[in-house]
């Protein structure tokens, strides 16, 4: 039977919806974040916090997810896990569209972050498991352009919702509802991942999946290699394998990866990015505008990486990118700095240089920190382990995410903008070491042949 690839890009695109709606639901908030302020009256300092509360709690919701993600995945499979976030982001759409308190809007806000937190570890692990090795770089990120396609639509949302009148943020966190209702019909036509099921002893089921994947005879080989696999580490708890000797190196790196691609800001500037370009100099719709103009490129660039990751390998475009991430935010905090001593021509100037850094910072996540990281936690831990690995790995990155997130606000007040992207950018240096020393490639290996390469031997 010859393989079918056809059919396993359009189950990765199904799958990869899961990351158009976390992208949507995290960065959607970027637009109500000044109707939600005066709704909820979150003025002042105290205020201030409740608003970063507000923003962030879908980053707090998303660890609870992260910390489910690896049980509900090892029992329930990654067909069922996907058919609940489904459920999750519908629910949190709506209730977040019609409440009238404080606390359900951050009720609702949590129950999209859980959706976040499962979403963001399952649909990599699945197309990782379904893909073949020579595209499997190229088909992982498609969840990450799904997310970053997310991320525009809802810039683009909110820019033709803004002017509806005062109830416009419940249009614009409310409209998700149609997104999730056509993720979750189109799951119906997705297979258990084959892996999951060798795992499970469900050997026919995992036989008939990889055959009408990648064809007869490469699916044989496929099991032979998973069920190898399998054998390798017998008897050890998926929790207990993953905190353990075997794989100290790989968790160290991963959680250093997952350290360093949030902890540079990108999700602060994604949730605030009209209200960093209110204080750059613009008006209300010109930085609606600007957001847009961003997801856009974020969206091209994510394009470019997914043409890249196969043929260049995963390592060059991460330290490339962290590299000109660094540049762009030390030139975003420089800009402010010399906006704050100006005004007039001079300070319009510093405005559309900060738009250009911006833009050029998230170009550079796009191709490197935004996808290539997904697709390595996805392929540098064992088959046993994979599910506990990326759902530790997961919870740290949405710690870090939310805390980032929640502090933007009071940074900008105590630091002002130059010294919190100062701060951004040192930190993008330090991830550029990082990679430099630690980061290995993957590209063109099979999941068991990483795990004999990056694991110790079970009992080693």
């Keep these: 039977m010859k393989p079918d690839k056809l059919n396993i890009t359009g189950l990765a695109l199904v799958v990869a919806m899961g990351g158009f709606l976390l992208g949507f639901d995290a960065t959607v908030i970027s637009g109500a974040v000044g109707p939600i302020s005066k709704y909820f009256g979150l003025d002042g300092v105290s205020g201030s ?13 998303a660890m609870a997810g992260n910390i489910l993600a690896g049980v509900l995945n090892d029992r329930l499979g990654r067909r069922a896990v996907l058919l609940l976030t489904a459920l999750l982001f ?18 609702a806000r949590i129950c999209g972050g859980l959706a976040v937190g499962v979403a963001i570890l399952t649909a990599p692990v699945y197309i990782a498991e379904i893909a073949p090795a020579g595209r499997r770089g190229a ?14 639509v809802s810039y683009f949302s909110n820019f033709f919702l803004v002017g509806v009148g005062l109830d416009n943020w419940r249009w614009m966190l409310g409209v998700q509802a149609v997104p999730a209702l056509a993720f979750l019909l189109l799951l119906i036509t997705v297979p258990e991942s084959p892996r999951w099921l060798l795992t499970r002893g469900r050997n026919a089921q995992a036989l008939a999946v990889l055959t009408s994947l990648h064809g007869a005879d490469a699916a044989q080989q496929e099991i032979v290699e998973i069920q190898s696999s399998l054998k390798a580490a017998p008897g050890v708890s998926r929790i207990r394998g993953v905190l353990g000797r075997r794989l100290r190196f790989v968790l160290l790196f991963a959680l250093g990866i997952a350290f360093f691609q949030q902890i540079t800001g990108i999700n602060a500037i994604f949730y605030y990015l009209p209200t960093i370009f209110a204080q750059a100099g613009g008006g209300q719709s010109t930085a609606y505008g600007q957001a847009v103009l961003v997801g856009i490129v974020n969206v091209g660039m994510t394009f470019v990486a997914i043409r890249l990751i196969d043929r260049l390998g995963r390592r060059p475009l991460l330290i490339a990118g962290v590299s000109g991430m660094a540049l762009a935010l030390l030139t975003i905090s420089w800009a402010f700095h010399a906006s704050a001593a100006t005004s007039g021509v ?12 911006i833009i050029a910072y998230v170009a550079c996540f796009a191709i490197s920190l935004g996808p290539v990281m997904w697709v390595l936690l996805s392929e540098i831990f064992p088959n046993e382990q994979r599910a506990a690995a990326i759902s530790v790995v997961g919870f740290w990155n949405s710690l870090v995410s939310a805390s980032v997130t929640m ?18 950018g040192l930190l993008a240096v330090a991830g550029v070491l ?10 063109g290996r099979t999941l068991e042949q990483l795990e004999a390469l990056l694991a110790r031997p079970a009992g080693g």
């Design 49 to 61: 916090l409740r608003l970063g509360w507000a923003v962030s709690c879908l980053g707090w919701g």
């Design 346 to 357: 001079a300070q319009l100037a510093n405005a559309k240089l900060v738009l250009c850094a």
């Design 434 to 443: 990082f990679l430099a020393i630690y980061a290995p490639e993957t590209k």
């Design 139 to 152: 088909l992982v990120s498609l969840n990450q352009l799904m997310i970053v396609i997310g991320i525009s």
């Design 407 to 424: 502090i933007f606000p009071w940074e900008l007040a105590r630091f002002g903008p130059d010294g919190t992207f100062l701060g951004y």
């Design 90 to 107: 519908l629910a949190s759409a709506q209730l977040a569209a019609f409440a009238t308190s404080f606390t359900v809007f951050v009720m």
